[in-house]
């Protein structure tokens, strides 16, 4: 038997990424016995194991990492149809109104072209109503492909374009952002290995895919507590141009000539056939 139950990806996923039946099991909210019954029998049906159990604990198996990767990818698009199915319908429910479309965008990033790309798409006759979800970074891509969002502006070499439609909207430098009583604050341009290399001001660290690279910087979560934390000395960063807009008087910025160019894409999923995301995508694309 080919098809898949979603209730089964949900309980295999669990123990794939926990490697564990009883964390599994508390995660799901069930008792362990079922759980391990349950994935029992998918492997039966599969005529596959997915995984190997021994006194050292759960390991995958080559066809387990496979349904891994593959089921994630299934439940993210299944919750999805069932996300934008719901936005699409809401035009039936009481005050509703299905003509709506949801733009992830990264929290002040390329604030001047988001705004011009709002403006001139509400002046068009038959423009839907936008609503712009902030995310973190690098978050656009999962928004995507889980249906909180519909369309999202990403930021190549940061956000993955992989899987989506996508056009070039915006190509810009990259500006080293510091303390504005720093030392190097008043020089004329820096480089990456400068910038990495600062006594006493070490590079801010993000998150990607929910795990921080190495160093001895502080762990940043969101926008402000980054300009806080440069603000008092406490980190530097590099940013697009573009992120001018949100800085302090605090902050300082310093062109870095040897930062990869970043380019701004609008994205969005390769299936989709809404005729308000195609007018927006026409308004992007002509700014």
């Not at 564990?20 to 759980?35: C, D, I, N, S, V």
């Not at 019954?37 to 190997?52: C, K, S, Y």
């Not at 349904?67 to 439940?75: S, T």
């Not at 504005?180 to 895919?209: F, K, Q, S, Y």
Request: net charge neutral; glycine share 8%.
């Amino acid at each position: 038997m080919d098809t898949l139950e979603t209730r089964e990806l949900r309980y295999f996923l669990a123990v794939a990424e926990e490697l564990h039946f009883g964390r599994a099991a508390e995660r799901l909210g069930m008792a362990q016995p079922p759980l391990s019954r349950a994935i029992q029998q998918l492997e039966r049906r599969l005529g596959v194991a997915l995984l190997t159990r021994n006194r050292r604990g759960v390991a995958l198996t080559g066809a387990g990492e496979v349904l891994l990767h593959e089921g994630r990818a299934a439940l993210d698009a299944a919750t999805a149809a069932a996300r934008r199915t719901r936005r699409a319908g809401g035009a039936d429910a009481p005050g509703g109104s299905g003509n709506r479309l949801v733009l992830a965008v990264k929290a002040a990033a390329a604030h001047d072209l988001l705004q011009k790309l709002l403006d001139a798409y509400a002046a068009q006759p038959d423009a839907a109503e936008i609503e712009v979800l902030p995310s973190g970074m690098c978050e656009q891509e999962e928004m995507l492909r889980d249906g909180r969002a519909d369309v999202a502006l990403m930021h190549a070499p940061f956000d993955s374009l992989a899987g989506f439609d996508s056009e070039e909207l915006m190509r810009e430098g990259q500006i080293a952002v510091l303390p504005a009583g720093h030392p190097l604050a008043a020089r004329r341009t820096l480089t990456l290995a400068e910038v990495g290399d600062i006594p006493g001001l070490p590079l801010a660290r993000w998150p990607r895919h929910g795990v921080y690279p190495p160093g001895p910087g502080p762990e940043i979560r969101d926008q402000t507590q980054l300009a806080q934390l440069i603000a008092l000395g406490r980190t530097v960063t590099v940013f697009p141009e573009s992120a001018r807009s949100w800085l302090w008087a605090a902050h300082a910025t310093v062109p870095v000539t040897d930062a990869p160019p970043v380019v701004t894409h609008i994205a969005w999923p390769p299936h989709s056939r809404s005729v308000a995301l195609a007018g927006l995508i026409r308004t992007a694309t002509g700014l």
